[in-house]
């Protein structure tokens, strides 16, 4: 076919950050079944150029949107685009769909024609859509019905979801006398799952019965099962760190009771000892330093009390585990755990019987000492380990409270990697790895551009030396030590393939990696450099171009910037699709730099901290709003956050786009980073201190916040125009975006897979939020064609 972010800065620096995204907005299509490697890798790029078969003057008249209006001329297609695009910003999308049914005639006649086919596939797009949500509907019946009849927790309660998602009303849904039965039969099965230990099969009911909740109104029994379900990924995680070997032996469980064909290896007692690296340098100074830093400025003013509360409550979990015997001794012992149990209840007592305001640093460092010294005279952990939980507890609870999954400790083994991603300084080749089941180093794949993937390093590869070291017992975390360095400075990586009979050395240079955020509508290639090389033009013909932004970091803007000139060297640039779906954020002045470009005057955004007072605000500037007159259409989903709703919501509130879509994510908290290492080991503390705000729309006084505070009923920037997708249209759109966006240059041509068509993404009904936003586009468009039309008409002769 043709063709989290983080404010850069010092390392300790207190600047607001614009987080990545968390794990809330992939539940409900996680409990749709989606794989979660699609939902993961859904900000990847996808390309493809306008359908080439232009459809005839013949075709558009015989259909339905275009038998309206026949007669016009260059003054009415002004007046009719103008009123298509006021519509569309002001959000009145019956309007829009009435103009679209009146294309009025004009000089552009090949233009008129293909808008009005586009219109009419766009109306049987929607049929098509209405005939298979009641196709959806039916199967999705089906399925629960029928799970309810063989008591099967899990299914049931996966069709009830999907039941949901395909209903008007989430709430309504949940009085369906089916989805009651499927959440009384996930109820008994997360009882009888607790008690027998089974903390997979608890975790999976549970998350399907907070996924019917989220978004039902019912606040209570949503804050109910997420508080349930957060206990158990707390047992989970403790298991995978602690007890690798009996969340093994779950997990085969788990696949004999879903009936999968996959298997899993035998256990590898080689991953026992892991833990000791996560633990290492932990030592209480910086706990202390770390839960004074909280209680005095996390956003919540809730001082020290939900602090100690949540590391307490973190320690009675650990104890409780059965699992981590494997690891820890004392941990079998039912007298030893009764007795340090005492000593946490004790605490918890006198935390629960303190005022708050009364509480304080001394309070912290007494109960520290005594349940230290219980853990010594009982279940006898190490020392790091406790200290360990009751940190990231702590924490923890700020999470379930206050709707704050941002805060943490940065404990000492993670802290450099995190000031790499602070900094946006990533040197190395350019691989992902992880462990294979023999505890190899395995190359996942190597990344598009990067030395790796130049050097001819292969996904599937072991990493079986690192200059001349044998790499046998390694920690992933040594692997990354030892393969990266500084930039321009040599590294020889020793490979296993398979097919080869010995491994076999590849040299290569570190270099500074750069991640690829802009992307356009269909890679073209791959520069000599690893660099793709974009069709940038979702419509070349009409001369809207396409930008998808994967995330804000600190070459975006450049790039975009350079999009946009290299467009505007083909053609006039007529109009511009900004796809923010699925950003998660990143650099608060790469957005700011964005929204400048398209708003000359006027507030981007602001900062207010706990008290609600204003501490900062960024102005734009109007000599670089060089965009300003732009047909801009912004699409955002649940997937956009942080910097993408500065961005959109900014846009919105300046009036300066269309923001179409889905309600975005609600992540519009700051966190700053703060030091808490001591003499010997350094460490930090990531923290939520303010919350941005958006300028306000018209007739509101106070700004927009952005965040999904507790509680609240309203959050995130709401699109002008709502277009929902149906689970099918997301699960496919991604996959093929996923796919299409894919040169796998690590790979020998031959073997190369064939790339989907991005044009199916609209002539297949995959993204009706992308169809919907070009159509938009195209009306408003429509009067630019039309000028250039009767510029290049001839005279006529006098």
């Known amino acids: 076919m043709d063709p989290e972010g983080i404010e850069s800065g010092n390392q300790m620096a207190q600047k607001p950050m614009a987080h990545r995204i968390d794990k809330r907005l992939v539940r409900r299509a996680l409990s749709l079944s989606i794989p979660v490697g699609v939902i993961a890798f859904v900000a990847v790029s996808w390309g493809g150029a306008w359908p080439s078969s232009s459809p005839t003057t013949a075709q558009a008249q015989s259909s339905p949107a275009g038998t309206i209006a026949r007669t016009g001329g260059s003054a009415s297609i002004d007046k009719w685009s103008d009123s298509v695009w006021s519509a569309a910003k002001r959000g009145d999308m019956k309007a829009v769909e009435e103009a679209l049914k009146t294309i009025p005639d004009g000089h552009a006649n090949g233009e008129v024609a293909r808008l009005r086919a586009l219109v009419a596939d766009r109306a049987a797009h929607a049929n098509e859509s209405a005939g298979d949500r009641t196709k959806e509907v039916e199967a999705a019946t089906k399925e629960l019905t029928e799970a309810i009849a063989a008591k099967n927790a899990s299914k049931a309660l996966t069709g009830a979801v999907k039941l949901q998602t395909l209903s008007d009303n989430y709430r309504d849904a949940l009085s369906n006398p089916d989805v009651q039965a499927a959440i009384a039969l996930g109820i008994e099965a997360d009882t009888r799952a607790q008690a027998e230990g089974d903390w997979l099969l608890s975790q999976e009911v549970l998350f399907r019965l907070r996924t019917l909740y989220e978004d039902s109104g019912d606040r209570d029994t949503f804050k109910r099962y997420a508080d349930s379900l957060e206990k158990v990924n707390r047992r989970i995680g403790l298991m995978a760190q602690y007890a690798p070997k009996k969340l093994h032996e779950l997990r085969v469980a788990a696949l004999e009771r879903l009936e999968s064909k996959e298997k899993l290896p035998e256990w590898n007692p080689a991953f026992a000892e892991d833990w000791k690296d996560g633990v290492r340098g932990i030592n209480i100074a910086m706990l202390k330093a770390a839960l004074k830093t909280a209680a005095n400025e996390h956003i919540s003013s809730r001082g020290w009390k939900p602090l100690l509360q949540g590391g307490l409550d973190a320690l009675a979990i650990f104890a409780t585990t059965d699992a981590l015997e494997e690891t820890f001794p004392g941990l079998a012992d ?16 006198r935390v629960a019987a303190t005022p708050a305001e009364r509480l304080g640093s001394s309070d912290s460092g007494e109960i520290l000492r005594d349940v230290l010294e219980a853990n010594k005279a009982s279940i006898d952990l190490p020392d790091a380990v406790l200290l360990h939980e009751f940190g990231d507890g702590a924490l923890d609870e700020l999470a379930g409270k206050f709707e704050d999954q941002y805060s943490e400790i940065i404990w000492p083994e993670r802290l450099r990697r995190f000031e790499q991603q602070v900094n946006g300084d990533f040197v190395g080749v350019g691989i992902l790895i992880r462990h294979d089941d023999k505890r190899d180093i395995l190359v996942v794949n190597p990344l598009e551009g990067s030395p790796a993937a130049r050097g001819g390093i292969k996904a599937e590869d072991r990493i079986v030396g690192v200059n001349g070291m044998p790499t046998t017992g390694w920690s992933l975390n040594k692997a990354v030590d030892e393969i990266t360095g500084p930039p321009g400075q040599p590294v020889t990586l020793s490979v296993r393939r398979t097919g080869k009979e010995l491994p076999f050395d590849v040299s290569l240079v570190r270099d500074t990696i750069k991640i690829r955020s802009v992307n356009g509508w269909w890679k073209k290639g791959l520069d000599q450099n690893g660099a793709p090389e974009w069709d940038w033009w979702i419509d070349k013909a009409g001369g809207i171009g396409y930008i998808r932004l994967t995330s ?74 060089d965009l300003r007159d732009l047909p801009l259409v912004v699409l955002v989903n649940q997937g956009s956050a ?34 808490v290492s001591d003499r010997n080991v350094a460490a930090a503390i990531k923290l939520t201190t303010q919350y941005y705000v958006l300028p306000p729309l018209p007739g509101e006084k106070h700004g927009r916040y952005v965040h999904k505070k507790a509680g609240a009923t309203d959050w995130g920037v709401n699109p002008d125009i709502v277009v929902k997708m149906a689970p099918q249209q997301i699960e496919k759109s991604v996959e093929l975006r996923q796919q299409a966006d894919i040169i796998e240059e690590w790979k020998d041509e031959a073997d190369r897979k064939p790339r989907p068509d991005p044009r199916d993404l609209l002539a297949k009904n995959l993204d009706p939020q992308l169809e919907t936003a070009l159509l938009i586009l195209q009306a408003r468009v429509l009067k630019d064609l039309e000028r250039e039309a009767l510029a290049a008409a001839p005279t006529p002769a006098r």
């Open 334 to 349: 039912d007298a030893k755990i009764k007795g340090f149990i005492a000593a946490v209840d004790e605490a918890r007592s």
């Open 552 to 625: 804000f970091n600190e070459d975006s803007f450049d790039d975009f910037r350079a999009a946009v000139d290299a467009m505007r060297a083909e053609r006039p640039l007529n109009g511009l699709i900004l796809d923010l779906r699925h950003n998660p954020g990143g650099l608060l002045k790469s957005a700011v730099d964005f929204t400048n470009a398209f708003v000359p005057t006027g507030e981007v955004v602001s900062g207010e901290n706990k008290t609600g007072q204003r501490v900062w605000s960024l102005e734009a500037q109007p000599n670089k709003a």
């Open 642 to 675: 942080s910097a993408s709703e500065i961005v959109s919501g900014a846009l919105q509130a300046h009036d300066a786009a269309v923001i179409l879509g889905e309600r975005s994510f609600g992540k519009g908290s700051v966190q700053t980073v703060h030091d």
